[in-house]
């Protein structure tokens, strides 16, 4: 559980990317934006939340 309440509260993972072009190539960046939903920290919540059903 240790893992997906880390999981769940880092904020320095990133959750969105957007592709740059640097020198003629494409280049995939990977960054922090709060604006966005978080799809991977929503997922460890839920986990959590049916863990702690079953746990009771």
Do not use: C, W
Request: hydrophobic letters at 35%.
């Amino acid at each position: 559980m240790k893992f997906l309440e880390e999981v769940r509260d880092d904020k320095t993972r990133p959750n969105a990317t957007k592709v740059k072009e640097e020198e003629g190539k494409h280049v995939l960046l990977a960054y922090r934006d709060d604006s966005v939903p978080d799809l991977v920290a929503d997922e460890a919540r839920k986990a959590l939340q049916s863990i702690n059903k079953i746990a009771g």
